[in-house]
């Protein structure tokens, strides 16, 4: 016999809430999507907790969940997995914080992007700080796209039991009150250098000529670097390794392919995979089709149902389901010749209503060959509440009974 093939479709923030516009349905329910419609029919639904109850609702804690790893005990922080992704290697003891390029005005932090700083203009302001803070083998910048770059401490007498302040959550608030703060005695020494290469930033970046030109077109400079979200790597076991199964990951979403290399997984990057509504939904199908000859599982993420959530708009977030059933996973049926496992299922819920991620449990279903079917019909998060599976309060038993199941 051979091996089983497992494709795992992942529809970013696809679950909602019943929306008034929409008679009290939601998107999964009203969209038209036979693809997603079949694989609940033919297959087993169930509902999945992907966010324990104490963590935030964020896309790592999700899709490490789903790939079978308990986020209470491999979720280091958001820095370790963006650094993965950008293919920085870092030591045991080496700690990667994700270093916003902010605005900071009287005191006071004004923008968390620097009014979305254009990519060039973040890396010469980077390369300044790197220049003036930075020190060989210890504290390394890394520039990155627009605001969102990252710094990593690489000696022993840093620590990672520092407390940070995400800046998108500090909009308006003094930078004296959110400063990092030491959980720890063993941290007071991170702090300060933290706490000092803030200020010092501030005194260096200020009449950048990049800023000088942004404050003059009218638009926000970045003047301060703000960093959070600092872990150390997580030594996770491979895919390989707890299940016997190699993968690949697709994704235009940074942290989604750091969770995969840090699970083991190959990833594949898909030309015109944007993360966003107009990404190349017909691209993702096909490079997933050529990984699945080399590999026994691909992760397809798609991010756009999400970006739909966030924006509020039912009308788009349908448009996405549409697109991913139709383009993706219609597509991808048509293109398998052997025995392929499907799940389909989102990371989290972004419901319109509150336009962000919520904790709320998600709809799954599985299609095997190896899995008894239930007498659920439609893919939605009403339908999966009646599916065979029932509710898995620990999100990370998805990945038993997806590729286990032999
Ligand atoms: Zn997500």
């Known amino acids: 016999m051979t091996q089983m093939k497992y494709l795992l479709i992942i529809g970013d923030g696809m ?105 060039d203009e973040g890396r010469e302001l980077m390369r300044c700080v790197e220049d003036n803070l930075g020190k060989p083998n210890e504290i390394d910048f890394c520039a990155g796209v627009r605001y969102r770059n990252l710094l990593i401490l690489r000696n022993d007498s840093y620590s990672d039991d520092v407390l940070c302040t995400p800046p998108h959550d500090a909009l308006g608030v003094k930078i004296s009150e959110i400063l990092p703060r030491a959980k720890t005695p063993a941290a007071e020494f991170t702090v300060a250098t933290l706490n000092r290469m803030i200020f010092d930033s501030k005194r260096i970046l200020e009449d950048h000529p990049v800023n000088v030109n942004r404050v003059a077109l009218g638009k926000r400079p970045g003047n301060m670097i703000w960093p959070w979200g600092q872990g150390k790597k997580p030594s996770m076991p491979t895919l390989q390794e707890r299940y016997g199964i190699s993968g690949a990951v697709i994704s235009a979403v940074d942290v989604v392919k750091g969770v995969g290399i840090y699970a083991g997984m190959e990833v594949v990057n898909v030309p015109g995979a944007t993360g966003y509504y107009d990404t190349n939904y017909e691209g993702k199908a096909d490079y997933a089709l050529e990984a699945l000859k080399k590999h026994d599982m691909v992760l397809i993420h798609v991010e756009a149902p999400d970006e739909a959530g966030h924006s509020g708009d039912h009308e788009q977030k349908i448009r996405t389901i549409e697109d991913l059933d139709r383009r993706l996973i219609g597509r991808l049926s048509r293109g398998l010749d052997e025995e392929c496992a499907i799940a389909v299922l989102p990371d989290h819920a972004t419901p319109i209503k509150v336009r962000t991620h919520t904790k709320d449990p998600v709809p799954f279903t599985i299609c095997s060959p190896l899995i008894e079917p239930d007498d659920v019909k439609c893919f939605d998060e009403v339908s999966a509440r009646r599916g065979g599976f029932g509710f898995l309060e620990r999100g990370e038993l998805f990945m038993s009974l997806f590729v286990a199941a032999e």
């Open 15 to 119: 679950a909602d809430y019943p929306v008034e516009a929409l008679n009290g349905k939601t998107p999964l329910q009203v969209a038209n999507k036979p693809n997603m419609d079949e694989l609940a029919f033919k297959g087993r639904s169930g509902i999945l907790r992907t966010i324990p109850e104490d963590m935030a609702p964020g896309s790592v804690i999700a899709n490490l969940s789903i790939l079978g790893y308990d986020p209470k005990k491999w979720y280091t922080g958001r820095g370790p997995f963006e650094a993965a992704t950008r293919g920085i290697r870092l030591g045991k003891n080496d700690i990667a914080f994700r270093c916003n390029l902010i605005t900071e005005e009287n005191g006071v932090l004004v923008d968390y992007s620097a009014g979305y700083i254009t990519s």
